[in-house]
């Protein structure tokens, strides 16, 4: 399985571009969040990704909600759940985590603890999309230092997915790194490949 991968698209016209022309040429597409800006435009950018959104993976960033997102794409929206997807099991967090200081227009955060239990409600899997990053891994800050999840790094330690894939913290885009045999990567909004045909299948529940 192919898989395309970005984050944080926030609207911009040509990274949507970009991500339609290479589409085409995947199995699987998957969106780690933020592709609104501060909760508005969410509907009219996501029209013309419509065309995609059978084979599209979504979780929300904090700057939409996981209501915002269904609303406006047919895609699969995953917060606090998985799916499966040519057999591999794939896993969806939305939300900055930890949340971020206050902002007026209302971010979309969630608590260590909300995580926490979100990601139990999810169980394991072979891909988590987390919207956040785990503490310490393609989560630098160049103001506030690390700003990654203890939740998903506790979630990554305990359930060895195969890979994360995230975004949020901008000065970390195109980070990539490992947590004991899980790769981790945060995505950015430029198109990244990855191929699944040399893994071994099956991480989902009974």
């Not at 406006?72 to 917060?79: E, F, K």
């Not at 955060?109 to 926490?116: I, K, P, V």
């Amino acid at each position: 399985m192919r898989i395309l991968a970005v984050s944080d698209l926030h609207l911009d016209a040509q990274h949507r571009q970009t991500l339609l022309n290479h589409a085409r040429e995947a199995d699987l597409v998957i969106v780690a969040g933020d592709l609104g800006q501060r909760r508005q435009g969410l509907a009219e950018y996501l029209g013309p990704m419509e065309g995609i959104a059978a084979k599209t993976i979504v979780v929300p960033g904090n700057n939409e909600t996981e209501a915002e997102l269904r609303a406006a794409i047919p895609a699969t929206v995953l917060h606090g759940q998985t799916t499966v997807s040519n057999g591999m099991c794939v896993a969806g967090l939305g939300g900055a985590v930890p949340p971020l200081p206050p902002l007026p227009w209302g971010s979309f955060d969630l608590t260590e603890d909300e995580a926490a239990e979100q990601l139990r409600r999810a169980g394991p899997a072979d891909i988590l999309v987390s919207h956040s990053p785990p503490k310490g891994c393609g989560d630098w800050h160049s103001r506030r230092g690390n700003i990654g999840s203890e939740a998903i790094l506790d979630y990554a330690r305990r359930v060895q997915p195969k890979l994360i894939l995230c975004g949020h913290v901008h000065d970390s885009w195109g980070w990539r790194g490992t947590i004991g045999t899980t790769r981790v990567a945060n995505l950015g909004p430029v198109p990244v490949w990855f191929d699944t045909d040399d893994w071994e299948k099956g991480s989902c529940p009974a």
